[in-house]
């Protein structure tokens, strides 16, 4: 299982190849109708999230508001992807619009390979890279093929609440890495969290800060400056941010860069800070 970050070049060609790849555009339907990478379909992350707990506010049932990924069993994903066209063994390039999308394309990839596909690439720079390229542009809606897709769960991908708690508890709590904005991290922003502050042990590492200003991913050098040295030495180590998108981009960036695979917490933030009994950090 891997991934891979690819420009629209290589793109171009493995639109090309035999067998067929499958491409997904994770930016959101309306974006897609209006035009595409060809042969793409729109995938939402927010439809594959399952249901906030009781005694949650109401807000955090609005889709994008609440990020833990579904159980396997709860949203029949064998005959979803298949009808989208996935399959397990067939790569699948994945595409949002890079720092504008807040992460959608990598929470996409990351929720692609903890279920099973094999292989999965993410496109430097997203839509505004293919077009800027000169890539074909598609409209409307595509007839897909099915797949055939099989859910094979990689628990190394993920890492959940009772984990984690079990962890705190422990006092053997792993290291993070904290993907939101340095205030939310600090806890200065966004009162509809059930409690703002960081987990304990992370370190803020900002999503924005892993593009240059062309919008594409910051090179491998440039990578291994900004994360703190003792992340990159950690055993334990996992990701989260506010539901899980902007730390399944860092993590898929991570892994491409460095052959490891990062955990993402999921249900992040939001999920962590509805049970008063563990703590929400505030400040540095």
């Known amino acids: ?6 420009s629209p070049p290589e793109l171009k060609l493995l639109l090309r190849a035999t067998p067929p790849i499958t491409v997904i555009d994770a930016r959101g339907t309306e974006d897609h109708l209006k035009g595409h990478v060809p042969f793409s379909i729109p995938m939402n992350w927010e439809c594959w999230s399952a ?3 009781a005694g949650a506010s109401l807000d955090l049932s609005e889709p994008g508001y609440w990020g833990e990924l579904a ?3 709860a949203l029949d994903y064998e005959r979803r992807f298949t009808a989208a066209g996935i399959s397990n063994d067939i790569p699948v390039v994945v595409y949002a619009d890079g720092r504008v999308s807040k992460g959608r394309e990598g929470r996409i990839a990351w929720m692609l390979l903890y279920l099973g596909v094999r292989h999965v690439c993410i496109l430097n720079g997203g839509w505004s890279a293919w077009v ?8 409307g809606e595509n007839r897909v093929r099915p797949g055939e897709f099989k859910i094979r769960t990689q628990p190394a991908r993920r890492v959940t609440f009772h984990q984690l708690r079990h962890h705190y508890l422990r006092g053997t709590m792993p290291c993070s890495v904290d993907t939101r904005l340095l205030t939310e991290f600090q806890g200065l922003s966004y009162d509809y969290q059930p409690r703002p502050g960081h987990l304990p042990g992370a370190s803020p590492l900002t999503f924005e800060s892993l593009f240059e200003e062309n919008g594409q991913f910051v ?3 440039r990578f291994f400056t900004l994360t703190p040295p003792d992340v990159l030495l950690a055993e334990n180590l996992f990701t989260y941010c506010e539901v899980g998108v902007r730390a399944s981009t860092y993590a898929m960036l991570y892994e491409a860069y460095t052959g490891r695979v990062l955990p993402v917490y999921d249900g992040s ?3 962590w800070g509805l ?5 929400v950090l505030a400040g540095n």
Request: no cysteine; aromatic share 4%; glycine share 10%.
């Open 1 to 6: 299982m891997t991934v891979t970050i690819i």
């Open 51 to 53: 249901r906030p707990p």
């Open 71 to 73: 159980a396997p069993g």
């Open 132 to 139: 800027n390229s000169g890539g074909e542009i598609e409209e």
């Open 219 to 221: 090179s491998k050098s």
């Open 269 to 271: 933030i939001m999920e």
């Open 275 to 279: 049970y008063k009994e563990l703590p």
